[in-house]
């Protein structure tokens, strides 16, 4: 059940009850796309930075372990040994990003796997009993991800067939919750809105999907190639489409800036690789912009990555170890940079909930983006 708490403007401060505990949003899932955060940072460590939801991916685990693997051992819960929300995107990304290694179909998509090469058919169907295997406690509707330059006859052929995809999706969750060696039957399902840069076609799509009464509703296909201000046209134009009443998910998005600008354009769940991605790079994020670990500034500097953080690695280490850490390509180095990151993006979505329920979002907002400019500007 979701519950909106708070509203100021077009944000919401709300909360999502699943079957694996309350999710609290604004809400930042970190991406653990093999059932891992890349980085060597374990279960316990999501709970020490306050992670809410795991984000695992489905296309890549059913290629290995193998999603009836995970099922045999209880689920991903149990496999990876997490009690907090799961959510599974739908490999329909993977359509977007596997591009040379696959071929579309009407009855869904055969891909070569990239690990081995060998033949692989995912549908709407084969989706969601992956997902049901996996046991995730919400699990994202198949669907295709047309690249931001597609052209407006295939955009529109594409989103189409998603919208035929997602009643197939429906239907096969439905039956799969009511089977008897199911291990999640209360799985969640959210649909998917597409329509690249095509307003039009966004909308269209939009109010197709929100008469099919789902869980929750993503905006999909962005931060894939438009810039930042055609992303927040889009939002702008399709949010107020969706049902106000279920929760809002931007898929793959993004900066700190991102959130705070899509927050205000009503969206509650977010997931991005960067914190981690970046963090395995020595680049960190800090109230005062991103910082590169590796530069010889750092060589002698006894402070935290961020002064007042209470991540791991700010309570116990300085810029000068870490560095040497990176410098010396030991995992220690990588793995400190990400566990700042992650609690950086977990701590700021609390205070952007905090905001909220005290009706100062948009202040917050400003200050916020503020500090990162004029961190920008000093660069």
């Known amino acids: 059940m979701y519950q909106i708490i708070k509203t100021e403007g077009r944000a919401k401060r709300a909360q999502l009850e699943t079957v694996h505990g309350t999710i609290q949003t604004p809400v930042f899932m970190n991406v653990g796309t093999a059932a891992a955060i890349k980085g060597a940072v374990s279960t316990m460590d999501l709970q020490e930075i306050k992670t809410q939801v795991e984000l695992s991916n489905t296309y890549h685990l059913h290629v290995r372990p193998g999603d009836k693997v995970v099922k045999q051992l209880g689920g991903l819960h149990k496999f990876m040994n997490w009690d907090k929300p799961i959510l599974t995107d739908s490999g329909g990304f993977q359509v977007f990003s596997l591009s040379k290694l696959r071929r579309i179909k009407e009855e869904g998509v055969y891909f070569n796997s990239h690990v081995d090469g060998r033949k692989i058919f995912m549908g709407p169907e084969e989706s969601m009993q992956i997902q049901s295997n996996l046991a995730s406690t919400i699990a994202m509707a198949f669907d295709e991800c047309p690249s931001s330059r597609a052209d407006r006859d295939y955009v529109q052929a594409s989103v189409n067939r998603t919208a035929r995809w997602l009643k197939r999706c429906k239907e096969e ?17 959210f649909g998917i809105n597409q329509g690249a840069v095509y307003e039009d076609i966004r909308i269209s799509h939009a109010q197709e999907i929100a008469e099919m009464d789902l869980d929750g509703y993503a905006v999909g296909g962005l931060a894939v190639g438009e810039s930042h201000e055609e992303m927040y046209r889009i939002l702008d134009e399709v949010v107020p489409h969706l049902p106000q ?3 809002t998910y931007l898929m793959g998005v993004g900066t700190p800036s991102n959130i705070l600008e899509a927050v205000s354009r009503g969206v509650d769940f977010f997931d991005c690789v960067y914190p981690s991605r970046n963090g395995r790079h020595g680049h960190v994020y800090t109230s005062q912009g991103k910082r590169n670990l590796f530069n010889a500034r750092y060589e002698l500097d006894s402070r935290p990555i961020e002064e007042g953080c209470q991540c791991p690695a700010c309570r116990h280490y300085s810029r000068a170890y870490i560095r040497h850490l990176l410098k010396a390509k030991e995992m220690l180095g ?7 990151n992650l609690y950086f993006y977990n701590h700021m979505m609390e205070e952007i909930r905090q905001a909220l329920e005290q009706g100062r979002f948009e202040a917050y907002k400003k200050e916020k983006l503020e500090g990162f400019e004029q961190a920008k500007a000093e660069k």
């Open 245 to 247: 009443n279920k929760p």
């Open 173 to 189: 969750m439905a039956r799969l919750n009511s089977l008897e060696d199911t291990i999640n039957k209360n799985q969640l399902l």
């Open 334 to 340: 990588m793995r400190l940079c990400v566990l700042h």
